[in-house]
T-cell receptor
């Protein structure tokens, strides 16, 4: 089966500019996550969707970050305006709950550099 | 607040060695624990998932153990190979009040280098 697709792979922008990332989860996976991974750190959850509804966005900086998942499939994450500290890899993951527990499948990520 | 710590931050071993990576967590109220592998420039790949009621899981040369009461997990890699070089991350899924599941909390990872 095809994996989680993300684009672009790399993005370089100046501070105060806007940027958007796209994610296409594995077919049939109802749950979609966006994580932020700063260099040398573990991933930190930004937002979780179940179908097209938000389950958890408690760690999303809502003054500058927004995300949507129209029709419960693809998702976009937007940053407007970007700050230097937003430089990180943005990972998308999806899951379908199984009997053994929820196993997450990750995309390759988008590496964002804010100059 | 749950915190996950991985020691060491980096490890270099010669090919063929057996090795152990450590993960500790501060709150024993967990639903499960997962070990992931991350290659440079890539996303995470799930290696092993241990439910809170389990003591260990095995997959090929990998064995993960869980001691929930002491807040520890280990990932054992047998007969290491250069292809095992990657960053290994441990993540716990908290068990919230009322039995609901929290979201994964990751450690910072252990960067493993296996020399030929």
């Amino acid at each position: 089966e095809a994996g989680v697709a993300q684009s672009p792979r790399y993005k370089i922008i100046e501070k105060r500019q806007s940027v958007a990332f796209w994610c296409n989860p594995i077919s049939g996976h109802a749950t979609l996550y966006w994580y932020q991974q700063i260099l040398g750190q573990g991933p930190k959850l930004l937002i979780q969707f179940q179908n097209n509804g938000v389950v958890d966005d408690s760690q999303l900086p809502k003054d500058r970050f927004s995300a949507e998942r129209l029709k419960g499939v693809d998702s976009t994450l937007k940053i407007q305006p970007a700050k230097l500290e937003d430089s990180a890899v943005y990972l998308c993951a999806s899951s379908r709950r199984t009997g053994e527990g929820e196993k997450l499948f990750f995309g390759s990520g988008t590496q964002l550099s804010v100059l | 607040k749950q915190e996950v710590t991985q020691i060491p931050a980096a490890l270099s071993v010669p090919e063929g060695e057996n090795l152990v990576l450590n993960c500790s967590f501060t709150d024993s109220a967990i639903y499960n624990l997962q070990w992931f592998r991350q290659d440079p420039g890539k996303g995470l790949t799930s290696l092993l998932l241990i439910q809170s009621s389990q003591r260990e899981q095995t997959s090929g040369r990998l064995n993960a153990s869980l001691d929930k009461s002491s807040g520890r997990s280990t990932l054992y890699i047998a007969a290491s190979q250069p292809g095992d070089s990657a960053t290994y991350l441990c993540a716990v899924r908290p068990s919230n009040y009322g039995g609901s599941q929290g979201n994964l909390i990751f450690g910072k990872g252990t960067k493993l280098s296996v020399k030929p």
